[in-house]
T-cell receptor, first 113, second 113 residues
Framework: AQSVSQHNHHVILSEAASLELGCNYS??????LFWYVQYPGQHLQLLLK??????LVKGIKGFEAEFIKSKFSFNLRKPSVQWSDTAEYFC???????????FGTGTRLQVFP | NAGVTQTPKFQVLKTGQSMTLQCAQD?????MSWYRQDPGMGLRLIHY???????DQGEVPNGYNVSRSTTEDFPLRLLSAAPSQTSVYFC????????????FGPGTRLTVT
C-alpha cells in the first residue's frame, strides 16, 4: 500500500529564509507526486506536480520540488519565504494506475516578518 | 458553476446517532472522494468513486458508507457516530485520470459527543 511521510510537523522561519520540507513515500512502482498548500481557512490548492521527466519541477509562487527516486523522496523547496507562505503543506502520492490519492500528515509552516 | 458543495457546514451528534453528509458537484466529474482531516494526521481517504454506481474503500472506511447513484452526488453516511469520528470532512471531485486536480468542497466540521 502507498504511504507518505512528512517528518517536519511544524516549521518556523523568518522572512527571506530558505525552506525545505521533506516528503518520503513508500511504494515500489511508478508514482505521481504532488504538493498541496492549505492557507488558513481555505481549501487545498495544488502547488506542483510530478509525473515523469525532469525530476526538478517548478510550481506556483516560486516553489519547486525535486524527485529523487533512489531515496523515494519529493522534497519541497523555496529559496526565500514570505509571510504569506504561512500555511499547511501536504505531500501526496498517486500510485500509477490506481484511483487513490494518499496524503501525508502535513507540515505547518509559520513565517514571521 | 457552484463547484463542490457540502452540507451541513457544522454538525454536532451524540454517540450512536446516524447522519448523512451531503456532497454535490456540477462539473460532470467522474471521480469523487471523501477525506477526513485531523490535526497531525493530514487528510485520510475514506471512500471514493470513479463513476455512478461504483464505489471503493480508501484508507479509513470503517464506520462510513457511501453510494453514488448519480454523477453529481456522493453522500457519506455515518451509521452509528463515535467520538473518534469527530473531524473535518472534505468532499472532492475531479476528472478521471486527474486526481491531483481535485476540487475540494468547503468542509463539514463534525463533533460527536
Amino acid at each position: 500500500a502507498q504511504s507518505v511521510s512528512q517528518h517536519n510537523h511544524h516549521v518556523i522561519l523568518s522572512e527571506a529564509a530558505s525552506l525545505e520540507l521533506g516528503c518520503n513515500y513508500s511504494y515500489g512502482g511508478t508514482v505521481n507526486l504532488f504538493w498541496y498548500v492549505q492557507y488558513p481557512g481555505q481549501h487545498l490548492q495544488l502547488l506542483l506536480k510530478y509525473f515523469s521527466g525532469d525530476p526538478l519541477v517548478k510550481g506556483i509562487k516560486g516553489f519547486e520540488a525535486e524527485f529523487i527516486k533512489s531515496k523515494f523522496s519529493f522534497n519541497l523547496r523555496k529559496p526565500s519565504v514570505q509571510w504569506s507562505d504561512t500555511a499547511e503543506y501536504f505531500c501526496a502520492v498517486n500510485a500509477y494506475n490506481t484511483d487513490k490519492l494518499i496524503f501525508g500528515t502535513g507540515t505547518r509552516l509559520q513565517v514571521f516578518p | 458553476n457552484a463547484g463542490v458543495t457540502q452540507t451541513p457546514k457544522f454538525q454536532v451528534l451524540k454517540t450512536g446517532q446516524s447522519m448523512t453528509l451531503q456532497c454535490a458537484q456540477d462539473m460532470n466529474h467522474e471521480y469523487m472522494s471523501w477525506y477526513r482531516q485531523d490535526p497531525g494526521m493530514g487528510l485520510r481517504l475514506i471512500h471514493y468513486s470513479v463513476g455512478a454506481g461504483i464505489t471503493d474503500q480508501g484508507e479509513v472506511p470503517n464506520g462510513y458508507n457511501v453510494s453514488r447513484s448519480t454523477t453529481e452526488d456522493f453522500p457519506l453516511r455515518l451509521l452509528s457516530a463515535a467520538p473518534s469520528q469527530t473531524s473535518v470532512y472534505f468532499c472532492a471531485s475531479s476528472y478521471l485520470g486527474q486526481l491531483y486536480e481535485q476540487y475540494f468542497g468547503p468542509g463539514t466540521r463534525l463533533t460527536v459527543t
